[in-house]
């Protein structure tokens, strides 16, 4: 049950088995499910549902109407005990979603740390998804998608199933992705642009690792080369390059083909 000393609102109902910190904040007319685990210092604003066999991290943030861990949108699934898993010092604007997993796949949707979500944005089933990202408004990724570390999705982009987007990847406004994005490409309209070159300089990238990163981009992208050929140039790059070996694993990796 919820600690005797956390902020419950009066209003807010906190379901019998629900396991919250002590100075956990729920607001009016919100719903905490019996299965629900929240720790120290998450706050969850007015009219937050959060159900299922779901694990919240510390100090996060639940902005009014989020939905979490609700059973998820897939046909197939029958009531099973899956779980969504959420890290730490994550924001969820107005309206979130996330779904939780299904036993066809992995059983759990899980959610890194440090990540901004804004409003309307949605997770849904069996997605892995990385520290530090932003989903910006109405940004939405369907059932088995995994995104990366540091990934930024644009304002109504929409992902695939099952597609893959690297870490350090950015998807401006109204991408659609239907195929794997490497790491650290910038895509405009979903057609592959550039690197996402500020964004690896703000991280600390050395300026030898995004020269070396660009080389395999445009090995890639502007050589005109077969899918084949270019990873065999972008494999000579990483071979000096950890940070090019990133895209080498990637590409070995994926399922659904990538963007070109």
Request: net charge neutral; glycine share 10%.
């Amino acid at each position: 049950m919820s600690h005797p000393s956390a902020k419950i609102h009066p209003s807010a109902i906190i379901e019998p088995g629900a396991q919250l910190a002590e100075d956990v904040e729920v607001g009016p007319f919100s719903v905490i499910g019996p299965h629900v685990t929240i720790e120290s210092g998450t706050r969850v604003g007015p009219h937050v549902v959060i159900n299922g066999h779901t694990s919240i991290g510390k100090d996060n943030r639940f902005y009014q109407f989020a939905s979490i861990g609700e059973e998820n949108q897939d046909k197939k699934y029958q009531g099973e005990p899956t779980k969504t898993i959420i890290g730490d010092n994550n924001v969820f604007r107005e309206g979130c979603t996330v779904h939780r997993g299904t036993v066809q796949d992995i059983g759990y949707t899980q959610i890194g740390s440090h990540g901004l979500f804004m409003a309307y944005t949605h997770v849904a089933h069996d997605c892995l998804v990385g520290d530090h990202v932003i989903f910006a408004n109405n940004a939405t990724i369907a059932g088995h998608v995994s995104v990366g570390d540091w990934v930024i999705l644009g304002g109504f982009t929409g992902v695939h199933q099952f597609c893959k987007v690297g870490a350090h990847a950015f998807a401006g406004m109204n991408s659609s992705i239907t195929q794997d994005v490497p790491p650290y490409v910038m895509l405009q309209d979903g057609v592959p642009r550039a690197i996402n070159a500020e964004g690896l300089k703000r991280r600390g990238f050395s300026s030898d690792d995004i020269r070396a990163i660009k080389n395999a981009f445009r090995a890639l992208y502007r050589k005109n080369l077969k899918l084949e050929q270019a990873k065999t140039e972008i494999q000579t790059i990483a071979n000096n390059s950890q940070a090019v070996d990133v895209i080498v694993q990637f590409l070995e990796n994926s399922q659904r083909g990538i963007v070109r």
